[in-house]
């Protein structure tokens, strides 16, 4: 039996006492916890990238974009071919919101820390929603989002050079609902850097509707903050998990690696 406490009120939990982490009720476990509570944590794992991806295969199908399960997440080109594009993961955002259907959830493993700065911050869309009011609600109710590579980029780049602005616009736009009414009967937002603007909205209050919302939902009370320690095994809800890193320094030690299991339903 795991045992599990809260990381913070409204999202996360820690996961204590895993024996076996192959073991289908763990699995079956992690997954309702993952559910619930949109962030899942298990310390001192110490996983290789094999136990990693043994481990993640037990909570889905693992995805191999480029034909690697496992992917180095790090700011420093010598440890990741992407690491400039993933300066984007120091603003909030969800991951594949350009995708039609959005990973069901990524697991990151720390192999070493920063020594300053580099915690990964949360905040639950699902419990920001919950907590709007009728009137918010209905305003909200129908609206569509465009999100894009490039409305992200340009929170690392504001005036990118004609290339750069060429290669981002290469890549897909893709438009999903603001308030995403799930199969299930949840609600959770769909908004974060990718969120370029509102169908139908004039620029600058679509721009101050996104920004008024993102700055709701990443409250303290919808959030959680995690501080590395080497070993780490932390999950989260792709589909429902605003996440960002804190800042560090590129060249520091920090290195996480990443595997990401597939969803099962688009966008709506
Ligand atoms: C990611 C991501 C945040 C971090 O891997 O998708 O956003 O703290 N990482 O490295
Ligand atoms: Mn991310």
């Known amino acids: 039996m795991i045992e599990t406490t809260a990381l913070s009120p ?84 969800i991951d594949d919101t350009t995708n039609d259907i959005p990973a069901k959830a990524t697991m990151l493993t720390c192999k070493h820390a920063a020594m300053v700065g580099g915690g990964t911050e949360f905040a639950s869309t699902y419990a920001a929603y919950e907590s709007l009011s009728d009137n918010e609600r209905k305003r909200y109710e129908g609206l569509r ?67 008024e919302l993102l700055a709701y939902t990443t409250q303290e009370r919808f959030s959680y903050t995690h501080e590395w320690q080497v070993g780490d095994v932390v999950i989260w809800d792709n589909t429902g998990m605003l996440h960002r890193a804190l800042p560090y320094d590129p060249s520091s030690e920090r290195e996480m690696h990443r595997t990401t299991m597939a969803g099962s339903e688009a966008w709506a």
């Open 10 to 93: 409204a999202l996360g939990v820690q996961v204590h006492g895993v024996e076996d982490l192959l073991d289908d009720v763990v699995a079956a476990q992690c997954l309702e916890a993952l559910k619930w509570r949109g962030v899942l944590l298990i310390r001192g794992l110490n996983l290789s990238d094999e136990q990693q991806v043994a481990f993640s295969r037990k909570l889905g199908t693992v995805l191999a974009p480029g034909g690697k399960e496992v992917f180095v997440v790090s700011l420093n080109p010598e440890k990741s071919r992407s690491a400039e594009y993933l300066k984007g993961t120091l603003f909030w955002h």
């Open 145 to 211: 989002v465009v999100h894009s590579f490039e409305a992200a980029q340009r929170l690392v780049h504001p005036d990118p050079p004609a290339d750069m602005l060429a290669g981002w616009r290469k890549l897909p736009t893709h438009e999903t609902s603001l308030v995403w009414d799930r199969k299930d009967g949840r609600r959770s937002l769909v908004i974060g850097a990718t969120a370029d603007h509102i169908v139908g909205m004039r620029p600058e209050e679509s721009r101050e509707l996104l920004d």
